[in-house]
């Protein structure tokens, strides 16, 4: 059974920075890519981040570039999002979802989803 237990979400002023860890069982670890997404009230889940399967290449939503990097231990079966200089348009609830295959910023072509962490941005 394949289950992905993000962490590391919380409350965080303008500016600040938190970082979010995805521990994956259940599986081959090194052999699929991840993907973070996110999905604030009202809204649609979106792309966020996105990592190979040996983290030889990330790519990025434009709205996160140069303040979000992507990184996997495949030895802790783990994958990390590192976010700074957050903003309140941040805030949203964090999902972390594999995909066996290449890059792909769709969530329908994600095949397991975490429960979610929550990530609120005060200003």
């Known amino acids: 059974q394949v289950q992905l237990v993000e962490s590391g979400g919380g409350l965080v002023q303008a500016g600040g920075s938190l970082r979010l860890s995805c521990a994956a069982s259940?599986?081959?670890?090194?052999?699929?890519?991840l993907g973070w997404f996110r999905q604030a009230p009202g809204n649609e889940r979106e792309f966020a981040a996105f990592?190979?399967?040996?983290?030889?290449?990330?790519s990025y939503a434009d709205f996160v570039k140069g303040r979000f990097t992507i990184s996997r231990d495949n030895a802790k079966n783990t994958v990390y999002l590192q976010m700074n200089s957050l903003k309140p348009e941040d805030t949203a609830i964090y999902y972390c979802?594999?995909?066996?295959?290449?890059?792909?910023?769709?969530?329908?072509?994600?095949?397991?989803w975490g429960q979610g962490t929550q990530v609120t941005v005060s200003s």
């Open positions: 979802a594999v995909r066996y295959g290449p890059y792909s910023n769709r969530r329908d072509e994600y095949e397991y």
């Open positions: 259940g599986l081959t670890f090194s052999s699929y890519a």
């Open positions: 990592i190979n399967w040996s983290g030889s290449r990330t």
